[in-house]
């Protein structure tokens, strides 16, 4: 097995070894607490760019199932959540090579191999994490062990921030068929799990890229939902330009996930803010301000929307019981709201599916 | 603030305890009713506890307002009830005697007439999870999965259940406390034999279940207050399938086969079920899942705190004994600080980040005739738990931890006639016969095939054995740093591992040293390091770079705890070493306390001012003292496990506070204390001692002929001790002696003269009073 290294831009190094696919590169370096679902996790768009450091100190035990089958692409009858491994790199203490489920096929560094991802494993990720918690998010390198910290910057592959979401949208419309009410997704990198919680619900998704004209789809959805997706939101500007322009004039029902929330708050007039390290994990609690209810919800997020820019006509929805922060927002004369948790978990608890519920219930009682 | 979601405070709560430890009701109990006592005084309530056991935390003065010393039963608890003018009662902290009492209560009316209220979990509840019939009916409401069963009332309705439900079936006792006379029957055969014992105990229901032996089983710790927010803390694999009761399985937090659907999906089902029982502050839910699709069974449900919820408080540092009491009072769990890190909230499921491994440790090697076999019936009489940052670092510390002797995964230390047999049919020596088998070169296929544990541990455990035959290559050569950083990851010993290569601990722990590989600490913070914790919870681990935490430069003292609870020694010990602690800190002392058992008080982490949850080891200790540097180690309140390293600690230069360890060794040597005797002039039968296994024999003779009492050194309460009444009885003991004290093998005593009752036997002629020696024996608890 090669020898590898994780070098932090504060010059931080970890020593380990590779087992994914023998590349060099470089990413905002963030830790998720999970204790299972990496499959899901790896491949959850919103972490495109970003070098994932799992503190779970045994991963791949479960290996990997069968890949995904291209056709027909509108059934989503996988545990994926996206058609590939959406990390940048994986930083592990352990990986399992011995893998034991009836789904599985790979194991977890055959999986990254093949899809051309970096792995390392035998790292302090206690430590590391402890780093991360401290100084916040940094940069980093994975790298070979005899690259030097300049060649590092100079010769390891990047991807542009400000691009993530174009490079995890789908590239084209997709339709999906669950029932009579249509819903249109507006996909900035969307899970896949947010289209089966719809459909499964018994309600048709139009999943269109963020980047394309969303007036000729509104006319003919029910209500908008808003998915999460990766990078900082103000880079989405031209979307929140759309939901001012083209979606809240409609009046639909809109419900955002994630980023959803945060390009919501953003057309709504109010501000985000990032956060030092993030909420990446499966045990987030969050509070139901009206209800007092409380759930353990799955999240990941860096950026955050921030309580006191909110004009007015909107108010918070959900509190972090942790660190107060923001976990959703809602308008107070109109059907719109979000969360910056994610209610389709996967991977995570489930606790919040029930607004999946809500939400088709609004838009089958606002149905002209 | 009092929980606003109680409608009336009460001012006097009565809280039963579970009475004497029995198998399946042991220390655990005593630690989670302390937990209860120390929330409810914390409200400014009038405590009032019933519990007869004289060894326990929760009966002496410093906790409850008012101990009685009555059995637990309805007759004292309701003239208790009448002279304390209690108001509330808790019936969830004292396992299931106080449940059963509890609900005995409530059917004579008790509570309503005199106006008591149940906290927590009601009554009502507590029957739906104990009356199976009842029990599937409320799961059904819900369309939850059962394992398929019939509550039966006579011989023939189970005759004519198994019929209906095939064969293989368990047979089980309603009521009752860990799988009581519970059996798994293959044939009718099996049926048939089972029968007169289940209905001659004069039990009113027999449950004729569907057996799913080979399936995964998991367990999930739900926690939920009167407001309905209801979370897991904690999921747990055990190692053994399905078919080997809960305490006799080697378990895992967290479950380590189920991927994201399978693990959601019981958390959803748990909570679900949980909601429509209406449990109030702590239960376990326990499944059997299909290791081959999503198919799953409700197995059953606990309304109280268990011995699995103990094991979760201490796997997670999550306080449920504690947090149920307070949910009890009506508080919500958002409300509830995050016990460890103080600046969250206690409405979270913890993630950990290191491996937890719980290991039953067994005694029946003192009962004669007993099967060693495990199955649906709860044997053991205590256990360990260890944490580590693999499997198999978990896994090795653990087996090491329940002090039979072995050195981890040993493929070699126990004879197997038939290992095809022993995988199959399970004894306490499986783990040791799977080692065996890998060894040997079966594959992991074929073992998985009898045993039915996961292909992942057994991959996790043949690669440990793997190493173990690198080690044993090894012999004589001087191991590589590489390799032994491996081996130390991987778990092993420094004992171990000389002994694999063919040399001394001392050699391999300088070989150790002069290449840096130390163990680090690394701190239990329930977030996975998302949040700074504020608790010292501490476990070693050799695959850390990093010390979480720096040792402090107060005036500290190192408490060795007693390890797992064992015939001779128990809760008793744990009252000791808590004892100490709180002595040590009203003298401004910081304590330190290292011990493993998690059924124990002295491994709460708020007890002492730091907690090290370890092996209780020269190596461990030697690595704690020059890392903590305190100012000395007590080693007389952990019992046996602990005064055993007192005198290497001790040459080592380590500092022992109290009896010195030269005392303490002319105490545990036999030889030296029988020559104490005979310098001081005190009577004491003849003896000889010797080291050798053939000289014994001799001996035998000299002294006069068989009987002979034959003691071992540095040994507990008499184990291995035995009177022998020929010469292959002799030998027999001798053999066994070795094992249970290794580290003082053959010195074993021969006293010629009376038996243990003191009886005189054949023609030898006593010499001396066995008294003393009788008097350290204890019975179980």
């Given at each position: 097995?090669q020898?590898?290294?994780?070098l932090?831009?504060?010059?931080?190094?970890y020593e380990?070894?590779?087992?994914?696919?023998?590349?060099?590169?470089?990413?905002?370096?963030?830790?998720?607490?999970?204790m299972s679902?990496?499959?899901?996790?790896?491949?959850?768009p919103?972490?495109k760019?970003?070098?994932?450091?799992?503190?779970?100190p045994?991963q791949?035990?479960?290996?990997v199932p069968?890949?995904?089958?291209?056709?027909?692409?509108?059934?989503?009858?996988?545990?994926?959540?996206?058609g590939?491994?959406?990390?940048?790199?994986?930083?592990?203490?352990?990986?399992s090579?011995?893998?034991?489920?009836y789904?599985?096929?790979?194991?977890?560094?055959?999986?990254?191999?093949?899809e051309?991802?970096p792995a390392?494993?035998?790292v302090?990720t206690?430590a590391?994490?402890r780093?991360?918690?401290?100084?916040g998010?940094v940069?980093?390198?994975?790298?070979?062990?005899?690259?030097?910290?300049?060649?590092a910057?100079?010769?390891?592959e990047?991807?542009?921030?400000?691009?993530?979401?174009?490079?995890?949208?789908v590239?084209?419309?997709?339709?999906?068929e669950?029932?009579?009410?249509?819903?249109?997704l507006?996909?900035?990198?969307?899970?896949?799990?947010?289209?089966?919680?719809?459909v499964?619900?018994?309600?048709?998704v139009i999943?269109?890229?963020?980047?394309?004209?969303?007036?000729?789809?509104?006319?003919?959805?029910?209500?908008?939902?808003?998915?999460?997706?990766?990078?900082?939101?103000?880079?989405m500007?031209?979307?929140?330009?759309?939901?001012k322009?083209?979606?809240?004039?409609?009046?639909k029902?809109?419900f955002?996930?994630?980023m959803?929330?945060?390009?919501?708050?953003?057309?709504?007039?109010?501000n985000?803010v990032?956060l030092?390290?993030?909420h990446?994990?499966?045990?987030?609690?969050?509070q139901?301000?009206?209800?007092r209810?409380?759930y353990?919800?799955?999240q990941?997020h860096?950026?955050?929307?921030?309580?006191?820019?909110?004009?007015?006509?909107?108010?918070?929805w959900?509190v972090?019981v942790?660190d107060?922060?923001n976990?959703g927002?809602?308008?107070?004369?109109?059907?719109w709201?979000?969360?910056?948790?994610?209610?389709?978990?996967?991977?995570?608890?489930?606790?919040?599916a029930?607004l999946?519920?809500d939400?088709?219930?609004?838009?089958?009682?606002?149905?002209? | 603030?009092?929980?606003?979601y109680?409608?009336?405070?009460?001012?006097?709560?009565?809280?039963?305890g579970s009475?004497?430890?029995?198998?399946?009701?042991?220390?655990?109990?005593d630690?989670?009713?302390?937990?209860?006592?120390k929330?409810?005084k914390?409200?400014g309530?009038?405590?009032?506890?019933?519990?007869?056991?004289?060894?326990?935390?929760?009966t002496?003065?410093?906790?409850?307002?008012?101990?009685?010393?009555?059995?637990?039963?309805?007759?004292?608890v309701e003239?208790?009830?009448?002279?304390?003018?209690?108001d509330?009662i808790t019936?969830?902290?004292?396992?299931q005697?106080?449940?059963?009492?509890g609900?005995?209560?409530?059917?004579?009316g008790?509570f309503?007439?005199?106006?008591v209220?149940v906290?927590g979990?009601?009554?009502?509840?507590?029957?739906?999870?104990?009356?199976r019939?009842?029990?599937?009916?409320?799961?059904d409401?819900?369309?939850?999965?059962?394992?398929?069963?019939?509550?039966?009332?006579?011989?023939?309705?189970v005759?004519?259940?198994?019929?209906?439900?095939?064969?293989?079936?368990?047979?089980?006792?309603?009521?009752?406390?860990?799988?009581?006379g519970?059996?798994?029957?293959?044939?009718?055969?099996?049926?048939?034999?089972?029968?007169?014992?289940?209905?001659?105990?004069?039990l009113?229901?027999?449950?004729?279940e569907?057996?799913?032996?080979g399936?995964?089983?998991?367990?999930?710790e739900?926690?939920?207050d009167?407001?309905?927010?209801?979370?897991?803390?904690?999921?747990?694999?055990n190692?053994?399938p399905?078919?080997?009761?809960?305490?006799?399985?080697?378990?895992?937090?967290?479950?380590q086969?189920?991927?994201?659907?399978?693990y959601?999906?019981?958390?959803?089902?748990?909570?679900?079920?949980?909601?429509?029982?209406g449990?109030?502050?702590?239960?376990?839910?326990?499944?059997?899942?299909?290791?081959?699709?999503?198919?799953?069974?409700?197995?059953?449900?606990?309304?109280?705190?268990?011995?699995?919820s103990?094991?979760a408080?201490k796997?997670?540092?999550?306080?449920?004994?504690?947090?149920a009491?307070?949910?009890?009072?009506?508080y919500?769990l958002?409300?509830l600080?995050?016990?460890?890190?103080r600046?969250?909230s206690?409405?979270?499921e913890?993630a950990?980040d290191?491996?937890v491994?719980k290991?039953?440790r067994?005694?029946l090697?003192?009962?004669?005739?007993v099967?060693h076999?495990?199955?649906?019936?709860?044997?053991?009489?205590?256990?360990v738990?260890?944490?580590?940052k693999?499997?198999?670092?978990?896994l090795?510390?653990?087996?090491?931890?329940?002090?039979?002797?072995?050195?981890?995964?040993?493929?070699?230390?126990?004879?197997?006639?038939d290992i095809r047999?022993e995988?199959?049919?399970?004894?306490?020596?499986?783990m040791?016969?799977?080692?065996?088998?890998?060894?040997e070169?079966?594959?992991i296929?074929?073992?998985?095939?009898l045993?039915?544990?996961?292909?992942?541990f057994l991959?996790?455990?043949?690669?440990?054995?793997?190493?173990?035959?690198?080690?044993?290559?090894?012999?004589?050569?001087?191991?590589?740093?590489?390799?032994?950083?491996?081996?130390?990851k991987q778990g092993?010993?420094?004992k171990?591992i000389?002994?694999?290569?063919?040399?001394?601990e001392d050699?391999?722990?300088?070989?150790?040293r002069?290449?840096?590989?130390?163990?680090h600490?690394?701190?239990?913070?329930t977030l996975?390091?998302?949040?700074?914790a504020?608790?010292?919870?501490l476990?070693?681990t050799?695959?850390?770079q990093?010390?979480d935490v720096?040792?402090?430069?107060?005036k500290?003292?190192?408490?060795?705890?007693?390890?797992?609870y064992?015939?001779?020694?128990?809760?008793?010990?744990?009252?000791?070493?808590?004892?100490?602690?709180?002595?040590?800190?009203e003298?401004?002392?910081e304590?330190?306390v290292?011990?493993?058992?998690?059924?124990?008080?002295?491994?709460?982490y708020?007890?002492?001012?730091?907690?090290?949850?370890?092996?209780?080891?020269f190596?461990?200790?030697?690595e704690l003292?020059?890392?903590?540097?305190?100012?000395?180690?007590?080693?007389?309140?952990?019992?046996?496990?602990?005064?055993?390293?007192?005198?290497?600690?001790?040459?080592a230069?380590?500092k022992?506070?109290?009896t010195?360890p030269?005392s303490?060794?002319?105490?545990?040597?036999?030889?030296?204390f029988?020559?104490?005797?005979?310098?001081?002039?005190i009577?004491?039968?003849?003896?000889?001692?010797?080291?050798?296994?053939?000289?014994?024999?001799?001996?035998?003779?000299s002294?006069g002929?068989?009987?002979?009492?034959?003691r071992?050194?540095?040994?507990?309460s008499?184990?291995?001790?035995?009177v022998?009444?020929e010469r292959?009885?002799?030998?027999?003991y001798?053999?066994?002696?070795?094992?249970?004290?290794?580290e003082?093998?053959?010195?074993?005593?021969?006293?010629g003269g009376?038996?243990?009752?003191?009886?005189?036997?054949?023609?030898?002629?006593?010499l001396?009073?066995?008294?003393?020696?009788?008097?350290?024996?204890?019975?179980l608890?």
């Amino acid at each position: 097995m090669q020898a590898m290294k994780l070098l932090l831009a504060d010059g931080t190094v970890y020593e380990g070894r590779s087992f994914g696919a023998a590349r060099e590169v470089s990413g905002e370096v963030v830790f998720n607490t999970g204790m299972s679902g990496y499959v899901e996790t790896l491949t959850d768009p919103s972490y495109k760019g970003q070098i994932l450091v799992l503190t779970y100190p045994l991963q791949g035990n479960y290996g990997v199932p069968a890949p995904r089958k291209i056709e027909p692409l509108a059934e989503l009858r996988d545990k994926y959540e996206s058609g590939r491994v959406q990390v940048q790199g994986l930083v592990v203490l352990r990986h399992s090579p011995n893998p034991s489920h009836y789904d599985n096929v790979r194991t977890l560094g055959q999986w990254l191999a093949s899809e051309g991802v970096p792995a390392i494993e035998c790292v302090d990720t206690r430590a590391l994490t402890r780093k991360l918690r401290e100084h916040g998010t940094v940069e980093g390198f994975l790298v070979d062990q005899k690259t030097s910290p300049v060649d590092a910057r100079a010769k390891t592959e990047h991807v542009e921030m400000a691009r993530v979401c174009a490079m995890t949208t789908v590239p084209d419309v997709i339709r999906y068929e669950g029932g009579p009410l249509k819903i249109l997704l507006v996909d900035t990198g969307a899970k896949d799990s947010i289209v089966r919680s719809i459909v499964a619900r018994g309600a048709s998704v139009i999943r269109v890229p963020f980047h394309k004209d969303l007036r000729p789809y509104l006319k003919e959805c029910d209500g908008v939902l808003l998915s999460n997706g990766p990078g900082d939101p103000k880079d989405m500007l031209s979307t929140v330009e759309q939901l001012k322009t083209a979606v809240f004039p409609s009046g639909k029902p809109i419900f955002g996930v994630c980023m959803g929330n945060q390009l919501l708050g953003l057309a709504a007039g109010g501000n985000t803010v990032k956060l030092k390290y993030g909420h990446r994990s499966q045990n987030q609690p969050v509070q139901d301000l009206l209800t007092r209810r409380c759930y353990v919800t799955s999240q990941n997020h860096g950026y955050v929307v921030d309580d006191e820019s909110l004009p007015a006509e909107w108010e918070p929805w959900f509190v972090n019981v942790n660190d107060g922060s923001n976990e959703g927002i809602r308008c107070r004369t109109r059907p719109w709201a979000s969360v910056q948790f994610h209610p389709e978990a996967a991977p995570g608890p489930e606790d919040a599916a029930f607004l999946f519920d809500d939400f088709l219930r609004l838009v089958g009682s606002t149905r002209v | 603030m009092f929980g606003q979601y109680l409608p009336k405070k009460p001012r006097r709560v009565l809280i039963l305890g579970s009475g004497a430890l029995k198998i399946g009701e042991a220390g655990e109990f005593d630690y989670s009713g302390s937990q209860a006592i120390k929330a409810l005084k914390e409200e400014g309530l009038y405590t009032v506890l019933i519990n007869p056991n004289i060894a326990t935390i929760q009966t002496s003065d410093q906790l409850a307002d008012k101990v009685y010393f009555h059995p637990v039963d309805p007759y004292f608890v309701e003239k208790v009830i009448v002279r304390e003018d209690i108001d509330a009662i808790t019936v969830s902290f004292g396992g299931q005697t106080a449940l059963n009492c509890g609900v005995a209560l409530d059917a004579a009316g008790v509570f309503e007439k005199y106006g008591v209220r149940v906290l927590g979990t009601p009554i009502e509840a507590v029957r739906d999870t104990e009356d199976r019939r009842r029990f599937v009916q409320r799961l059904d409401e819900i369309n939850v999965k059962s394992a398929r069963a019939e509550a039966c009332h006579s011989e023939d309705e189970v005759r004519a259940a198994v019929g209906r439900i095939g064969l293989p079936v368990i047979l089980r006792a309603a009521y009752a406390l860990g799988g009581k006379g519970s059996r798994i029957c293959e044939t009718n055969d099996d049926v048939e034999s089972a029968l007169p014992k289940l209905f001659a105990s004069g039990l009113p229901q027999v449950l004729v279940e569907e057996s799913l032996r080979g399936w995964k089983e998991i367990e999930y710790e739900v926690v939920r207050d009167a407001r309905d927010n209801c979370i897991t803390v904690c999921n747990m694999e055990n190692v053994d399938p399905l078919g080997i009761h809960t305490g006799e399985s080697i378990v895992v937090a967290p479950s380590q086969t189920l991927n994201n659907e399978e693990y959601q999906l019981l958390r959803t089902i748990a909570i679900k079920t949980i909601r429509h029982l209406g449990i109030v502050g702590e239960c376990n839910i326990q499944y059997a899942l299909d290791p081959n699709s999503l198919d799953y069974r409700v197995i059953e449900v606990n309304a109280r705190l268990s011995r699995s919820s103990a094991l979760a408080s201490k796997a997670t540092g999550y306080p449920l004994a504690y947090v149920a009491a307070k949910l009890a009072l009506g508080y919500m769990l958002p409300d509830l600080p995050n016990a460890i890190t103080r600046r969250t909230s206690a409405f979270f499921e913890p993630a950990l980040d290191y491996v937890v491994c719980k290991v039953p440790r067994w005694d029946l090697e003192k009962f004669v005739g007993v099967e060693h076999k495990i199955g649906s019936e709860m044997k053991s009489v205590g256990e360990v738990m260890s944490i580590g940052k693999t499997f198999a670092e978990a896994l090795q510390k653990a087996l090491r931890m329940i002090d039979i002797g072995v050195d981890g995964i040993d493929p070699h230390k126990f004879k197997f006639t038939d290992i095809r047999k022993e995988l199959k049919e399970p004894s306490q020596r499986r783990m040791f016969a799977v080692a065996r088998a890998l060894h040997e070169g079966m594959t992991i296929d074929e073992v998985h095939a009898l045993s039915r544990i996961d292909e992942f541990f057994l991959s996790e455990i043949a690669d440990t054995v793997r190493l173990g035959r690198e080690l044993e290559d090894h012999a004589g050569k001087e191991l590589s740093a590489e390799t032994l950083g491996r081996a130390k990851k991987q778990g092993f010993s420094d004992k171990g591992i000389a002994k694999r290569t063919g040399t001394t601990e001392d050699i391999v722990r300088d070989l150790r040293r002069r290449n840096g590989i130390r163990p680090h600490v690394a701190q239990i913070d329930t977030l996975a390091a998302e949040y700074p914790a504020e608790t010292n919870y501490l476990y070693l681990t050799y695959h850390a770079q990093a010390d979480d935490v720096q040792p402090s430069w107060r005036k500290k003292v190192l408490v060795l705890g007693s390890g797992a609870y064992r015939i001779g020694s128990s809760v008793e010990f744990d009252w000791c070493c808590v004892s100490a602690i709180l002595a040590a800190r009203e003298l401004g002392f910081e304590t330190i306390v290292l011990n493993y058992n998690p059924e124990t008080v002295s491994t709460d982490y708020d007890v002492s001012d730091s907690l090290v949850f370890d092996e209780i080891t020269f190596e461990n200790v030697l690595e704690l003292w020059e890392r903590e540097r305190p100012y000395g180690v007590i080693v007389s309140m952990g019992g046996q496990v602990a005064n055993n390293i007192a005198i290497r600690l001790h040459r080592a230069g380590v500092k022992i506070l109290g009896t010195s360890p030269e005392s303490i060794d002319g105490a545990e040597d036999r030889e030296k204390f029988s020559g104490l005797l005979d310098k001081l002039g005190i009577d004491q039968p003849r003896w000889t001692s010797t080291g050798k296994l053939e000289d014994a024999e001799a001996i035998a003779e000299s002294l006069g002929g068989y009987p002979v009492l034959v003691r071992p050194s540095y040994v507990l309460s008499g184990a291995a001790m035995t009177v022998a009444h020929e010469r292959e009885h002799l030998r027999n003991y001798l053999t066994r002696a070795t094992d249970v004290s290794p580290e003082h093998p053959v010195v074993a005593e021969l006293e010629g003269g009376r038996d243990r009752r003191g009886r005189r036997r054949g023609r030898n002629r006593p010499l001396g009073d066995l008294g003393a020696h009788r008097e350290r024996r204890r019975s179980l608890g």
